[in-house]
């Protein structure tokens, strides 16, 4: 995790599932999922995170962001692949 100006920014590389599997990010300050792909054309390029209602197939090559509100501490996010092979979790404390 990083932060960049008021928001936090949690890095996650998708690509034959995704990783870091878990990471922790700050409560209460806004966030940003930075989604990394690099040759990616898996399922892991069809994410869906269903607490945002957020769905997307995500590029081969680049990075996409993702806007995330204020979470309250405790709050686990979850994003997995279209299928739920792959799934990735951001604790927020």
Wanted: proline share 5%; hydrophobic share 35%; aromatic share 6%.
């Amino acid at each position: 995790m990083s932060v960049s100006g008021e928001k936090q920014i949690v890095e996650i590389e998708a690509r034959g599932g995704y990783s870091p599997r878990l990471s922790q990010a700050k409560a209460n300050t806004p966030t940003v999922i930075r989604m990394k792909t690099s040759g990616t054309f898996d399922c892991s390029s069809a994410l869906v995170i269903p607490a945002l209602g957020y769905r997307t197939n995500l590029p081969a090559q680049g990075v996409t962001d993702i806007e995330v509100p204020s979470q309250k501490s405790g709050t686990q996010l979850q994003g997995l692949c279209a299928m739920g092979m792959y799934s990735f979790v951001i604790n927020f404390n």
